[in-house]
C-alpha cells in the first residue's frame, strides 16, 4: 500500500492570511507515462461528504476558487489557500489514485485563529 | 448531470451481512462509451478516515481493498444503474459512512470527482 501522511494534523489561520498544508506519499506517484503525478486533494465539511478541489496534484476542479492552489511532484505535495476564508474552514485530505487500491492521508483540520 | 445515492440498512448487529446499494444517474456502466467508467465504495469512520473498500468498472473488473477482501462482494445492476456492495461478518468497528463515488474518464481518469451523500451505518447488538 501507497501510505499517504498529512502534516499538520490541523493549524489555525487568521481570515485573509495564507493556509499551507503538507502530503508526502511512500512511494513517488508520478507516472512516467504522462508525467502526471496521481494525486487529489478534497475538501470535507461537516456532514458533507468531500469535495474534489485538485487533481493531477496541481489542477484546480471547475468552480473551485483560485485561492486554492496545488503544488508538488514525486512524494512531497502541497495545498495552499492564498487567502483563507470563513468558509474555507474544513477538513483537508489528500489521496493517492496511482493504484487501485486507493488511500487517503489522515486529514488536515483547517480552522480560524 | 452525475448523481450517486446511497440506500440499505443503517443499524446492523455484529456477525451480518451488510448489503448496500449506490443508485446513479448521469453514466452508464455498460457500454464501450464508458470506458475506463468506476463505481467505488469509500468508508468514513472517526478512527480510519477515509478508508477505500471497492471498485467496479465498466467491463465487470472489479478491485478490493486487500485488508477486507475475504469480506467484501461488489456487483452491477446495469437495467437498474446499481452497485451492490456486500460485507459479511459485521463488526462494530465497522460503523462508518459509507459512501458511493464516481471514478472518472477522460481529463479525470482515475479521479474520484463525484460522491453520493453517504450513508451512516452503526453495528451493534
Known amino acids: 500500500d501507497i501510505v499517504m501522511t498529512q502534516s499538520p494534523d490541523s493549524l489555525a489561520v487568521s481570515l485573509g492570511e495564507r493556509a499551507t498544508m503538507n502530503c508526502k506519499s511512500s512511494?513517488?506517484?508520478?507516472?512516467?507515462?504522462?508525467?502526471?503525478?496521481?494525486l487529489a486533494w478534497y475538501q470535507q465539511k461537516p456532514g458533507q461528504p468531500p469535495k474534489l478541489l485538485i487533481y493531477?496534484?496541481?489542477t484546480r476542479e471547475s468552480g473551485v476558487p483560485d485561492r486554492f492552489s496545488g503544488s508538488g511532484s514525486g512524494t512531497d505535495f502541497t495545498l495552499t489557500i492564498s487567502s483563507l476564508q470563513a468558509e474555507d474552514v474544513a477538513v483537508y485530505y489528500c489521496?493517492?489514485?496511482?493504484?487501485?487500491?486507493?488511500?487517503f492521508g489522515q486529514g488536515t483540520r483547517v480552522g480560524i485563529k | 448531470q452525475i448523481t450517486l445515492k446511497e440506500s440499505g440498512p443503517t443499524l446492523v448487529k455484529p456477525t451480518q451481512t451488510l448489503t448496500l446499494t449506490c443508485t446513479f444517474s448521469?453514466?452508464?456502466?455498460?457500454?464501450?462509451?464508458?470506458?475506463?467508467?468506476?463505481v467505488a465504495w469509500v468508508r468514513q469512520s472517526p478512527k480510519k478516515a477515509l478508508e477505500w473498500l471497492a471498485v467496479?468498472?465498466?467491463?465487470?473488473?472489479?478491485k478490493y481493498s486487500p485488508s477486507l477482501e475475504n469480506r467484501l462482494t461488489i456487483t452491477k445492476d446495469t437495467s437498474r444503474n446499481q452497485v451492490v456492495l456486500t460485507m459479511t461478518n459485521m463488526d462494530l468497528e465497522d460503523t462508518a459512512t459509507y459512501y458511493c463515488?464516481?471514478?472518472?474518464?477522460?481529463?479525470?481518469?482515475?479521479?474520484?470527482?463525484?460522491w453520493g451523500h453517504g450513508i451512516l451505518v452503526t453495528v451493534s447488538s
Open positions: 489521496q493517492q489514485y496511482y493504484t487501485a487500491h486507493r488511500t
Open positions: 463515488v464516481h471514478r472518472g474518464t477522460g481529463a479525470y481518469e482515475g479521479v474520484f470527482d463525484y
Open positions: 448521469g453514466f452508464s456502466l455498460t457500454s464501450i462509451s464508458s470506458s475506463g467508467v468506476g
Open positions: 512511494q513517488s506517484i508520478l507516472n512516467s507515462s504522462n508525467n502526471k503525478n496521481h
Open positions: 493531477w496534484a496541481s
Open positions: 467496479m468498472y465498466w467491463d465487470d473488473d472489479r
